[in-house]
C-alpha cells in the first residue's frame, strides 16, 4: 500500500509563508515526477509545480517566483515552500508522484488558507 502524506498547512496572512511536506512511501529512485496541485473553493484541481527526476522543475505562471518544489531526501519526502502568500492562494494543496511505471499516487491533501 502506497501512502503519501501531506502536512504544512495552516492559515497565514498575505505575504506571509508557508512550508508543506509530503511523505512518500515509496523509493525516491523509484519516481519519476512529483508534483503538487491545489484545488480552490468552487475550482477545478490544478497543478502548481513540477520537479522530475532529472531535476527539471516546473511552476504554474501565478506560483513562479514565489513557490519552490524540492526534494527531501532526508525524510524521502516532495516539499513546497509557499513564500509572499496572496489570498488566491487558498485551498486545499495535494502531492502526487508518478513512478517509473507511470503509476499516479495522491495524498489526501492539506488545508492552506491566506487572509487579507
Known amino acids: 500500500q502506497v501512502e503519501l502524506v501531506e502536512s504544512g498547512g495552516g492559515s497565514v496572512q498575505a505575504g506571509g509563508s508557508l512550508s508543506l511536506s509530503c511523505s512518500i512511501s515509496?523509493?525516491?529512485?523509484?519516481?519519476?515526477?512529483m508534483s503538487w496541485h491545489r484545488q480552490a473553493p468552487g475550482k477545478e484541481r490544478e497543478l502548481v509545480a513540477t520537479?522530475?527526476?532529472?531535476?527539471?522543475?516546473d511552476y504554474a505562471e501565478p506560483v513562479r517566483g514565489r513557490f519552490t518544489i524540492s526534494k527531501d531526501i532526508y525524510n524521502n519526502a516532495v516539499a513546497l515552500r509557499l513564500n509572499r502568500l496572496r489570498p488566491d492562494d487558498t485551498g486545499i494543496y495535494y502531492c502526487?508522484?508518478?513512478?517509473?511505471?507511470?503509476?499516479?499516487?495522491w495524498g489526501q491533501g492539506t488545508q492552506v488558507t491566506v487572509s487579507s
Open positions: 502526487n508522484v508518478e513512478t517509473l511505471g507511470t503509476t499516479n499516487y
Open positions: 515509496l523509493p525516491l529512485g523509484n519516481i519519476y515526477r
Open positions: 520537479l522530475f527526476a532529472s531535476g527539471q522543475t
